[in-house]
């Protein structure tokens, strides 16, 4: 914290100053300077900011601003040469990135900054969906022909090095553009001069097409740990590259999403710009999986009426009913995170699959003899009653088990549903261990006292 003061101090005085001012933003990263522009009230102050940043600096902090309208309005506010200067430097994919969530007329106002090759490439990639492939790729790669020399490839690197995303990875084409091969920077580097390149790359190719969604990219990239991975058409025909960096983006998004979601609630509730948007949204979203957790309220109220004479010749029984529905909640709860995680991660999928429920359901039976055990001591020190202790104790072993695995066997069957795991299964779990749990706990109560 003293930290975080000492360097607004600095910026204060360095605002006064646009020497210090220079060499304070000159020792920060882009993403410091982009949440600095965000604090800041004064567009002037903004603007201010921007100017006296290199354009190559300015545009990965426009880059980095959480708000693509405000970086919008930055950049048609400056003067146009300097807003020229700035696009230029901006790689296709972030210029895409930060046009696509305009409206028309401001998509217009940046557009015109950029020369008329670079616009056209810029439009071609907002043509894709933005959570796919496509919608994440660069075009700013550097690719060499198969039947070139290593020298010749190094000579090749030279020319196109100064506008790539990245060099770490040299993908190989043949005449028509088809991606037939990829070697690294440091495997050219070693090789010998007149090595054909063919002889050398790669063969086996990991890559995505453009219409793939941005979550399989995202696994891909983290399973194999690469820089960046290719992309291709359906004809095969290299169309562009995704880096590391925006990979970072859709695991931290796709991740915020699902946690949003089994919460019941999204994201969209933070897109709204006003108050009333943010409370309708709000509303909307959180809504539904309300109206299904009432509905498992009233399934699991008809349960108890059911059994209401029962509750009624032994008094103490209905004591323990919040325990047997809270415990089982809580044990799905934790069972179905583990699992939409898995899923989301791509560690739980084919014969895996079993093994998951299998490992869940062995997990529930330990945590139900465990708080079955002390919950049953609990109740027998409580009402003096073994009899009750053991019928507790028992219904907490099976519906933990229960809740085990319908927490693993739900999201598992959604996902083959084609339904989002990580929306639907927090509110069915609930509902269904409330009322199995319920039923459970009754009839060993039935069968045990003889009620």
Known sequence: MAENEKDDER????????????????????????????????????????????????????NELEDSELAAEILTELPENRAIDIVSEMSSDDAADLIFELDEDDREAILDLFEEEDA??????????????????TTEYVAVPAHVTAAAAIEMIREQAPDAETIYYLYVIDSKGHLVGVLSLRELIVAKPLTNISEIMWRDVRYVNVNDDQ???????????????????????????????DVIDVIHDEAA????????????????????????????????????????????????????????QVIALSFFVPLVIGMGGNVGTQSSTVTVRGIA???ISGKRVIFTVLREASIGISLGVTVGSLVACAAYLWQGSITIGIIIGMA??????????LGTLVPIVLKKLKIDPAVASAPFISTTSDIVGLLI??????KILGL
């Open 11 to 62: 910026l204060k005085r360095a605002q006064k100053n646009t020497k210090e001012l220079r060499e304070y933003l000159y020792r920060q990263q882009p993403a410091d300077i982009a949440e600095i522009v965000q604090q800041m009230d004064d567009r002037e102050d903004q603007k201010r900011l921007i100017k006296i940043l290199e354009p190559e600096d300015a545009a990965l902090v426009l």
């Open 120 to 137: 056209n490439e810029v439009q071609r990639l907002m043509n894709y969906p933005p959570d796919t492939a496509g919608g994440l790729m």
């Open 215 to 245: 979550e399989d990219v995202a696994k891909i990239v983290s399973k194999y740990n690469f820089l960046a991975i290719p992309v291709v058409d359906d004809e095969n025909i290299l169309r562009g590259i995704v880096t590391v960096d």
């Open 257 to 312: 999403e699902d946690f949003l979601r089994m919460a019941g609630t999204s994201l969209a509730e933070e897109d709204e710009d006003s108050a009333i948007g943010k409370f309708s949204t709000a509303v909307r979203s959180r809504l539904p999986w309300l109206l299904i957790t009432i509905m498992g309220g009233l399934c699991s109220g008809q349960v108890l009426s059911h059994y209401e004479s029962q509750w009624s």
């Open 345 to 347: 991660t791509g560690s």
């Open 396 to 405: 907490l072993v099976c519906n933990m088990l229960t809740a085990a695995t």
């Open 441 to 446: 706990y009754a009839n060993l109560a039935i």
